[in-house]
């Protein structure tokens, strides 16, 4: 089965900028969209990236997506941190044969 | 405005089944699949599977293969996911979601727990 493996937590300070990763397990994560979404603590998922790289109104320009065909993976890298940005962060991509599946979620401290 | 409107929590004993709704609207109900996720307590998201509101076969995560129905009711804009023989590892918070450009409108999120 096709997996996305995510760093299992990062942090960094405010005003800096992070990189969170999410590697494909087999194949081109190339192939199909890669999404990101934000969880804060009691609250529900919401988009900070469609499509690889496309950011929904009101999302913050701070974020922003990539994909590295090199490496397999999609990227989320968010600039000028804020203490708000702390939450989990979870890539998602369809795999093919109508099924979709989440990467195991990063958690983002900003401290 | 769009939303999605989810039944309340439910408990249930080990071996019993669950039927959770997801009622939408402020969108067109036929236009949108619509994906069933669900969270343990602690955990990720993991997806369970999909609708297509309009018709057409349904999608499962093969772990839930055996086990999970996805239907609708176009009459009244509803999604249902039944899950059956529920088993303490099923304890999780349970979320439709549209299939927009992305995973783009949430549920509010049921909570299923099981014990007995």
């Known amino acids: 089965n096709f997996m996305l493996t995510q760093p299992h937590s990062v942090s960094e300070s405010p005003g800096k900028t992070v990189t969170i990763s999410c590697t494909g397990s087999?194949?081109?994560?190339?192939?199909?969209?890669v999404q990101w979404y934000q969880q804060r603590p009691g609250s529900v998922p919401t988009t900070v990236i469609y499509?690889?790289?496309?950011?929904p109104s009101g999302v913050p320009d701070r974020f922003s997506g990539s994909i590295d065909s090199s490496s397999n993976s999609a990227s989320l890298t968010i600039s000028g941190l804020k203490t708000e940005d702390e939450a989990d962060y979870y890539c998602q991509s369809y795999v093919g044969d109508n099924r979709w599946v989440f990467g195991g979620g990063t958690k983002l401290t900003v401290l | 405005q769009v939303q999605l409107v989810q039944s309340g929590a439910e408990v249930k004993k080990p071996g019993a089944s669950v039927k959770v709704s997801c009622k939408a609207s402020?969108?067109?109900?036929?236009?949108?699949?619509m994906h069933w996720v669900r969270q343990a307590p602690g955990q990720g998201l993991e997806w369970m599977g999909v609708?297509?509101?309009?018709?057409?076969?349904?999608s499962y995560a093969q772990k839930f293969q055996v086990r999970i129905t996805m239907s609708r009711d176009t009459s009244t804009s509803t999604v249902y996911m039944e899950l059956n023989n529920l088993t303490s590892a099923d304890t999780a918070v349970y979320y439709c979601?549209?299939?927009?450009?992305?995973?783009?409108?949430w549920g509010q999120g049921t909570m299923v727990t099981v014990s007995s």
């Open positions: 087999r194949g081109s994560i190339a192939t199909n969209y």
């Open positions: 979601a549209r299939d927009g450009n992305s995973f783009d409108i």
């Open positions: 499509e690889d790289d496309q950011r």
């Open positions: 609708i297509n509101p309009s018709g057409g076969p349904t």
């Open positions: 402020g969108y067109t109900f036929a236009n949108y699949y």
